[in-house]
């Protein structure tokens, strides 16, 4: 059937084309192929909590929640930044549900972001930054964090801002590259926030997944001059492996949660309103489950860096996060979209390439993302058919 003019997409929607998970889950699913691509678990989290959210959806709690939030929510993050932060918020005026990160992250850029404002970005980055970006109309200024150890070059920071960069997007732990950034990486950041004026968006999911005890994740938030600048995100899915529920959080000060509660709103406005109650509850668990995911998750860090090692992929073992980066020109590959295009059908493996998450495609072509929040047994089979295709 032929297009009419207005059934072509706008040039903000057309100019981010189709996300890389989408084409390489699909890829999984028609070839049968062990997914290390989508970074999702392969098990479901704590049964406490979906107890909860299932007693929730029992006594009738399914129609809207209040805009920011359910109360008891929003007073559970609160707890939690205090808790393990020391770190104090507000939860009338200072903590916003979303739904998701993602959510969190759009509205940010959505309720901050004047067309041609500048955004400042660490290179790589997740997809959706690039769009959310392009929707509030701003500029993408990225900073290189160059492999395989992915500092941040301070340097460059400094150089990335001018009189129109308006904000700094952080992501620490950092995805796709499982950098952890350091105490001072991110007093350089902080000094550099607080001498241009520049609010700061913290995507901090990863937070409960730094696996070394020589570089722990640290809020930007609690650095001096940052919390009056600083909007800091979580994620359940992340942290309680429920990443189908969509429930994520914003803490800031009030002035900038205000911000994103006007972009938000006519986002969702609300969601998931019997999963709410059921995080509130996940964010009370002891301090065991949050240590034990994280044992957990370096525990299948090693299984599978080890493993990508044995295959002669040279490995960039990361600090946090639930991916590893290899570098795939070891096995006589160019460019990882060609090696993950090739994959399934040589070795029944989908992973995903690092090309779409970089400004800088050459230093980004030859990369690839492994994520390893999946069943040991799960690794282990994905380990052994690679061995049997590459050794």
């Given at each position: ?5 207005a ?138 964090l ?54 700061v ?5 990863y ?31 992340k ?30 406005y ?95 072509a ?26």
């Amino acid at each position: 059937m032929p297009r009419t003019a207005a059934s072509h997409p706008s040039s903000r929607a057309a100019g981010v084309g189709t996300t890389v998970f989408a084409e390489m889950s699909a890829l999984a699913a028609a070839t049968g192929a062990v997914n290390l691509g989508q970074g999702f678990p392969d098990t479901d989290g704590p049964p406490e909590i979906a107890e909860a959210a299932v007693a929730a959806i029992r006594a009738g709690r399914n129609q809207y929640a209040p805009g920011p939030g359910l109360p008891e929510l929003r007073a559970a993050v609160a707890g939690h930044q205090q808790r393990f932060y020391g770190m104090t918020y507000d939860p009338d005026g200072e903590v916003l549900v979303t739904t998701g990160a993602t959510e969190a992250i759009a509205a940010a850029l959505l309720g901050l972001v004047d067309p041609g404002d500048e955004v400042v970005v660490l290179e790589p980055y997740y997809d959706s930054y690039v769009a959310c970006i392009g929707f509030a109309g701003g500029v993408r200024r990225p900073v290189t964090l160059h492999p395989p150890g992915y500092a941040l070059d301070v340097d460059a920071l400094r150089r990335a801002v001018t009189p129109r960069t308006k904000v700094l997007l952080l992501n620490s732990p950092h995805n796709p590259t499982g950098a952890v950034l350091s105490l001072d990486e991110l007093t350089a950041v902080a000094e550099v926030a607080v001498e241009h004026d520049l609010v700061v968006v913290a995507d901090e999911v990863y937070e409960h997944m730094a696996f070394d005890a020589d570089r722990p994740h640290v809020p930007v938030a609690s650095l001096p001059g940052m919390r009056v600048r600083t909007l800091s995100i979580g994620s359940a899915g992340k942290t309680f492996s429920f990443t189908g529920w969509k429930v994520g959080w914003v803490t800031g000060p009030a002035d900038l949660i205000e911000c994103v509660r006007l972009a938000k709103q006519f986002l969702t406005y609300v969601s998931g309103a019997p999963f709410q109650p059921a995080i509130a509850l996940g964010l009370g668990l002891p301090d065991s489950y949050f240590f034990g995911l994280r044992d957990g998750l370096a525990a299948k860090r090693d299984l599978l860096c080890d493993g990508l090692d044995s295959v002669g992929l040279d490995v960039h073992r990361p600090r946090g996060t639930y991916f590893v980066t290899t570098d795939v020109r070891p096995l006589g590959y160019d460019d990882g979209w060609t090696f993950c295009r090739d994959l399934p059908g040589r070795a029944g493996v989908v992973a995903i390439p690092h090309a779409p998450f970089w400004d800088d495609v050459a230093v980004g072509a030859p990369l690839v993302r492994w994520a390893f929040c999946k069943k040991d047994e799960v690794l282990t089979e994905a380990v052994e058919r690679l061995r049997a295709a590459f050794t």
